[in-house]
């Protein structure tokens, strides 16, 4: 089983900053877990991918973010970071944590933290 821990949200102005960051502790190894990453989930709409990163450091960033945000991971730490810059309102949403362990096909999901952008 793995355990993730987010922290950093908040409410932040337009053009404001915020860094979220998501722990990992397992039961397991924790070295399988290849995939880290943020997903976040609007009101009323479905959730969507912001940014993974791999193991390895490679990274999917979305196209409604890229320039903006930037993901980043410490192994040794087994933490992941989202460094959100020029926010805007429609970034305002649920931001849950996400961890893969691709090969066995398994997903993990962090509660989620709150990241709301005022105009």
């Known amino acids: 089983q793995v355990q993730l821990v987010e922290s950093g949200g908040g409410l932040v102005q337009a053009g404001g900053s915020l860094r979220l960051s998501c722990a990992a502790s397992a039961s397991g190894s924790i070295s399988s877990i290849n995939v880290m990453g943020w997903y976040r989930q609007a009101p009323g709409k479905q959730r969507e991918l912001v940014a993974l990163?791999?193991?390895?450091?490679?990274?999917n960033v979305a196209d409604s973010v890229k320039g903006r945000f930037t993901i980043s991971r410490d192994n040794a730490k087994n933490t992941v970071y989202l460094q959100m810059n020029s926010l805007a309102p429609e970034d305002t949403a649920v931001y849950y944590c996400n961890a893969k362990r691709v090969a066995y096909g398994m997903d993990y999901w962090g509660k989620g933290t709150l990241v709301t952008v005022s105009s």
């Open positions: 990163i791999t193991r390895g450091g490679s990274t």
